[in-house]
């Protein structure tokens, strides 16, 4: 059963930095690529950043290339979104899953699974 939990999140200004963490169980985290989702009030879920099962290959979408970093420790089953520079934009809830792995590379957009967190809200402040 896949299971997943984030945690991070919080108030954050303009400029800022946080690092969200995603803790999967249920499955064998080291072999599978997990990504990073958010969605904002009114808006779909859109991908943020994804890692392939060896850490290898990583991607990002264009809005958070150069300011957010994604890492995993296969020992502890988790995943690292490491985010800096942060902008009122990035306010939202973050969500991690499993997708699926094609070609030595993560594919956003393939979930290998329908199970999501409960997500960790990051709210932009003044």
């Known amino acids: 059963q896949w299971q997943f939990v984030e945690s991070g999140g919080g108030l954050v200004q303009p400029g800022g930095s946080l690092r969200l963490s995603c803790a999967g169980s249920?499955?064998?985290?080291?072999?599978?690529?997990i990504g990073w989702f958010r969605q904002a009030p009114g808006k779909e879920r859109e991908g943020v950043a994804c890692?392939?099962?060896?850490?290898?290959?990583?991607y990002y979408a264009n809005s958070v290339k150069d300011r957010f970093t994604i890492s995993r420790d296969n020992a502890k089953s988790t995943v690292y979104l490491q985010m800096h520079s942060l902008e009122p934009e990035d306010s939202s809830v973050y969500f991690c899953?499993?997708?699926?792995?094609?070609?030595?590379?993560?594919?956003?957009?393939?979930?290998?699974?329908?199970?999501w967190g409960q997500g960790t809200r990051i709210t932009g402040t003044s």
């Open positions: 249920g499955f064998i985290a080291d072999r599978y690529a």
């Open positions: 899953t499993a997708i699926r792995e094609l070609d030595g590379h993560c594919a956003m957009g393939a979930l290998r699974t329908n199970s």
């Open positions: 890692i392939v099962s060896s850490g290898q290959n990583t």
